[in-house]
């Protein structure tokens, strides 16, 4: 419950402060050489996460199980990830076309992870489509 005052904390702001949170060094890397490996695989999970969502917004289920169906992710939890997605991607291009990554790791790391994204937003454009 909010007061008539406060500001309410929206699915909006849980996606913007995480998506903030996990891929931070892309907005101070030019003062760092490289993105370390504990924040490389964490930024790999939060990717899968926002991928799993765009692409297969049903919770995925045990093999073998039985109905009740998953749950569905709510469309706007789908339409935040997309976005979040392509907000990351931007800033990857940006850093990547500006010659800013000289850290051989990092940039490969950035390099698949635009990759990647590239090939769930088109995933997803081909799934709305049919």
Request: proline share 6%; no cysteine.
């Amino acid at each position: 419950l909010f007061a008539a005052d406060e500001k309410r904390f929206t699915m909006a702001d849980l996606f913007q402060g995480l998506t903030q949170s996990m891929w931070s060094e892309l907005s101070s890397l030019r003062q760092r050489a490289s993105i370390t490996s504990l924040r490389r695989n964490l930024q790999r999970e939060h990717l899968r996460q926002l991928v799993r969502l765009v692409v297969r917004p049903e919770a995925p289920r045990p093999a073998g199980a039985q109905p009740p169906p998953a749950p569905r992710a709510p469309e706007d939890a789908r339409t935040l990830a997309y976005a979040s997605l392509g907000d990351i991607r931007g800033s990857i291009r940006q850093l990547l076309n500006a010659g800013q990554v000289r850290d051989a790791t990092t940039r490969a790391h950035l390099q698949e992870t635009s990759a990647r994204i590239t090939s769930t937003l088109q995933a997803h454009v081909e799934r709305v489509i049919d």
